[in-house]
Nanobody, 117 residues
Framework: QVQLVESGGGLVQAGGSLRLSCATSGSIFSVNSMGWYRQAPGKQRDLVAFITTGGSTIYAPSVKGRFTISRDNAKNTVYLQMNSLKPEDTAVYYC???????????WGQGTQVTVSP
C-alpha cells in the first residue's frame, strides 16, 4: 500500500499562485508515476499533470504553460506549482500514484483550491 498526503491548497485571487505538495509513504517502490487530478463541483475528475520516475511530464492543455509538476525522489514528494491561476481552476485537487502512467492506483484525500475573480 501507498499513502498519499496532500497539502498547500487554499484561497487565492485570480492571477495568483499556489504550490501543492503530496508526500508519499509505504510501498513506494511500486510507484512509477505520480500526478494530480482535479474535480470541480458537478464535474468529472480530470487529469491535470503527471510525472514519471524518469522525469517525463504530461499536462492537460488547460494548464500547460501555467502549472509545473516536479518530484523530489529523496523526499518521496511530488509538487504542483500553479501560476496565473484562473477562477476555472477552482476544484478539489487529488494526488495520485501508481505503476501505470497516468497514475490512478493510489489516491490522496484531496485539497481544495479556490480562485476568486
Amino acid at each position: 500500500q501507498v499513502q498519499l498526503v496532500e497539502s498547500g491548497g487554499g484561497l487565492v485571487q485570480a492571477g495568483g499562485s499556489l504550490r501543492l505538495s503530496c508526500a508519499t509513504s509505504g510501498s513506494i517502490f511500486s510507484v512509477n508515476s505520480m500526478g494530480w487530478y482535479r474535480q470541480a463541483p458537478g464535474k468529472q475528475r480530470d487529469l491535470v499533470a503527471f510525472i514519471t520516475t524518469g522525469g517525463s511530464t504530461i499536462y492537460a492543455p488547460s494548464v500547460k504553460g501555467r502549472f509545473t509538476i516536479s518530484r523530489d525522489n529523496a523526499k518521496n514528494t511530488v509538487y504542483l506549482q500553479m501560476n496565473s491561476l484562473k477562477p476555472e481552476d477552482t476544484a478539489v485537487y487529488y494526488c495520485a500514484a501508481g505503476r501505470a502512467a497516468p497514475p490512478g492506483r493510489y489516491w490522496g484525500q484531496g485539497t481544495q483550491v479556490t480562485v476568486s475573480p
